[in-house]
């Protein structure tokens, strides 16, 4: 005898359970977010094809290895291949359709590209939250969808990932960071919606807010978020970021406990994360060297760190987290990019790895301290050694030193772009970012001298300007700026590289070191008008508009060596007419021995947050038949902060 089948309840009239609908929003979420991750690597995947194909998609993998003694060759003859440099006029069309994604407002510190991802994904947050959801009655799915974003958040954290070698240099983990922070902001947002309707739900009706354990550790891991947002901005990453460091660490540690403790629901979202970190940490101590070192202090403001005895190959403008085993502060260790190319192909007389640490806070003045007693202790003990100085031309090999040991992280990051696919490159460096300047520019000669294009590359024509605050500052890098430039003269290299140095103060110009194929001008360079005339050399021989003279400059002047004497420009009221001032600022114009054939052209910065901003900006301002007729233009930044 049947009796049909059960009555079932109408859907509008059914009781909402959150712990049903909560995992189904968990589950949609996270499609979306590795759907647009695996639009975002099939996009690069040309990138990445092009890497394999040169053998530099796993470089520094697994770091460093060691090198004894082998033979080398400063700038041995080769062979030059004949490549194609001009591009197709499709890429030069996409280029030019997406430059104005690459526009970086100012004080946001992103491009337009990453403000439209950062509030898909807000919004993406906000969108499964709040869709049909009871928050005010059952904020559960708010807490659902804060366990979902774990993953992510831990994901684009971890120095050593998947995504580094998928999404080639665009992966690395300093250039993600930004994802890892506004994810972390999307999961404090979902668990503050959470946590604060169910306190309001408790007061409402009286209940006892830390009572079970349930309600107890739930206050307990939201009290843990909060905590890890607020030592997280920036003025704390920036003045106190070993404290943030080990906070951020110990409170995450803290809050997965509690979370474990307040639901049962956690577990699943708990165990990537620690999958996650743990493989970043076994990576890090694959990578982890101990290596012996030479501190040379270069002025009052620079100490050069050589790393001896190593070999392998690393992304250039990669960075090392580097301790110094020596000193007052042997348990910090801090970021410095590598300042010269692998030993492979470096046009550089040094055969150890260069670093460079800026003395602008404790650990760097420390250091150049303890290079600078070290050097007067020894010279205590045999005065009748000679002290070997400094001068352009002479490796630091040569001078005198402290030894000491090192430990080093890495490699990691590097340049986005590939300067061996372009035509043309804009280097453009502030201040102690030519550190990361220099080894992409060694980088690129190296393959060009050395090993005579046998990638393919294309570069003809490299333009190098560097903006600092005084004269002395160009001794930072002298000699290997000086090698470089000498080897990229070579009569097969078909390579054309001018650099033009910006002062903006006048600050003992006696001390300019003579450099081949340089010009040291006193002036501020605007970006736009320096690489539209880049890209196309006007049949004038300059404009006012490109420099930005300080307050009593208007005029660039040219220093081509130490000997020549230095007059500064007259003040404007002093100039009769611009026929001087233009006469003066064709020193901002290198004289290429070839115009640009539309093979494309690079623009990679190094430096301060604005100087970045503003080479990004400069790209973005371009015009659409500019960026066209160029072959496209890209850009990729190492911005030295925090």
């Known amino acids: 005898m049947s009796f049909g089948t059960a009555p079932s309840i109408p859907t509008e009239l059914a009781q909402y359970n959150s712990y049903i609908d909560g995992p189904k929003w968990q589950t949609k979420f996270t499609i979306v977010w590795c759907s647009v991750l695996a639009a975002a690597v099939a996009a690069c995947a040309p990138a990445l094809i092009s890497r394999l194909r040169r053998g530099v998609a796993f470089a520094g993998v697994t770091g460093l290895g060691d090198d004894w003694g082998r033979s080398y060759e400063s700038v041995p003859s080769a062979e030059m291949k004949d490549v194609k440099t001009s591009r197709s006029s499709a890429y030069g069309l996409l280029s030019a359709a997406g430059r104005w994604l690459g526009y970086s407002p100012i004080g946001t510190g992103l491009t337009v590209a990453q403000i439209l991802l950062c509030a898909g994904y807000i919004a993406l947050v906000l969108g499964c939250v709040l869709t049909n959801a009871p928050l005010i009655d059952n904020p559960n799915r708010a807490g659902f969808l804060a366990l979902a974003q774990l993953p992510p958040v831990f994901l684009f954290a971890t120095k050593n990932s998947l995504l580094s070698i998928l999404l080639g240099g665009a992966g690395a983990y300093d250039k993600l960071n930004y994802v890892h922070r506004w994810t972390g902001r999307g999961l404090f947002l979902a668990a503050v919606v959470h946590g604060a309707l169910w306190i309001r739900n408790h007061l409402q009706y009286d209940l006892q807010i830390l009572g079970s354990d349930k309600e107890t550790t739930g ?53 990537p994360p620690i999958a996650l970190y743990a493989a970043d940490v076994l990576m890090r101590m ?52 590598i300042a010269s190319a692998p030993l492979t192909h470096t046009v550089t007389s040094s055969h150890s790895l260069l670093l460079a640490a800026r003395n602008t806070g404790d650990w760097s003045r420390s250091l150049s301290s303890y290079a600078r007693a070290e050097g007067e202790r020894l010279a205590l003990l045999d005065p009748k050694k000679p002290t070997k100085e400094y001068e352009v031309g002479v490796g630091r090999d040569e001078a005198d030193g402290a030894e000491v040991q090192v430990t080093l992280d890495g490699p990691y990051g590097g340049l986005s772009l590939d300067l061996g696919d372009y035509e043309s490159a804009l280097l453009i460096a502030g201040g102690a970012g030519m550190s990361a300047i220099l080894g992409v520019l060694d980088d690129i000669v190296g393959r060009v001298v050395r090993l005579g294009r ?15 605050r005084s ?172």
């Open 219 to 271: 206050v307990a891991a939201l009290a843990c978020l909060c905590l890890i947002v607020l030592l997280s901005v920036r003025p704390v990453r920036a003045f106190a970021y070993q404290f943030f460091f080990y906070t951020h660490v110990c409170l995450y540690v803290a809050f997965f406990v509690c979370v474990c403790y307040h639901t049962i629901y956690a577990a699943p979202w708990i165990f």
């Open 454 to 468: 046998k990638g393919g590359e294309k570069t003809r024509r490299i333009q190098i300007v560097w903006c600092i």
């Open 471 to 642: 004269f002395g500052a160009i001794d930072w890098f002298a000699t290997p700026l000086h090698n470089i430039l000498t080897a990229a003269s070579h009569p097969s290299a078909n390579l054309d590289v001018h650099l033009s140095v910006f002062v903006t103060c006048l600050c003992n110009p006696s001390a300019v070191p003579a450099l081949p194929n340089s010009a040291v001008s006193v002036a501020r360079p605007v970006l736009h008008s320096l690489l539209r005339e880049f890209i196309s050399p006007s049949s004038s021989s300059s404009s006012p508009e490109d420099v930005e003279s300080q307050e009593d400059l208007v005029a660039a002047s040219s220093l081509p060596s130490p000997e020549d004497k230095f007059t500064p420009a007259k003040k404007a009221s002093e100039q009769e007419d611009d026929a001087p001032l233009r006469a003066d600022a064709s020193v901002l114009k290198a004289r290429w021995l070839a115009p640009h054939a539309g093979g494309g052209v690079a623009v990679a910065a190094a430096g301060p947050e604005a100087l970045c901003r503003d080479a990004r900006n400069a790209v973005a301002r371009l015009g659409a038949g500019e960026v066209r007729r160029a072959g496209g233009v890209a850009v990729g930044v190492e911005v030295f902060a925090l």
């Open 286 to 337: 694959l990578r982890f060297r101990i290596k012996d070192a030479t501190l040379v202090p270069v002025g009052n403001e620079m100490t050069l760190i050589k790393v001896h005895n190593v070999s392998g190959s690393y992304a250039p403008g990669a960075h090392f987290r580097v301790r110094v085993l020596a000193g007052s502060h042997i348990l910090e260790s801090h970021p410095l990019t």
